[in-house]
């Protein structure tokens, strides 16, 4: 008669993810061979790779680069984008209390 029943809990599904392909010795092989390349110098480290990619999102757009040539930081643009939006809200309120009132 009881459709809920303490004694006989249904358990979650649980999450099987089952890999198409995988091989664990090939993957392994390959970690050591970038470590030893890395080590005798002949292959870049990831490290190496973040100086050179710092900024050059900055750099490749125009108006960011206008921006940080001015002075201008992250926050002040944040600033000036909350003044714009005020500023229009302001604007629009005017608006409606004189055209519409």
Do not use: C
């Not at 790779?49 to 206008?66: A, C, D, M, N, V």
């Not at 930081?73 to 608006?95: E, G, H, I, Q, T």
């Amino acid at each position: 008669m009881a459709l809920f029943s303490f004694y006989h809990m249904r358990k979650p599904r649980q999450f099987e993810h089952k890999p198409i392909y995988w091989d664990p010795h090939k993957e392994a092989l390959e970690e050591r061979v970038s470590k030893i390349k890395r080590e005798m110098g002949i292959e870049e480290s990831i490290e190496e790779y973040k100086p050179h990619i710092k900024g050059t999102f900055i750099e490749g757009t125009s108006h960011l680069r206008k921006s940080v040539d001015r002075g201008e930081s992250a926050r002040d643009r944040k600033y000036k984008n909350v003044k714009l939006l005020v500023a229009l809200a302001v604007l629009a309120a005017l608006f409606w209390y004189l055209f519409w009132q």
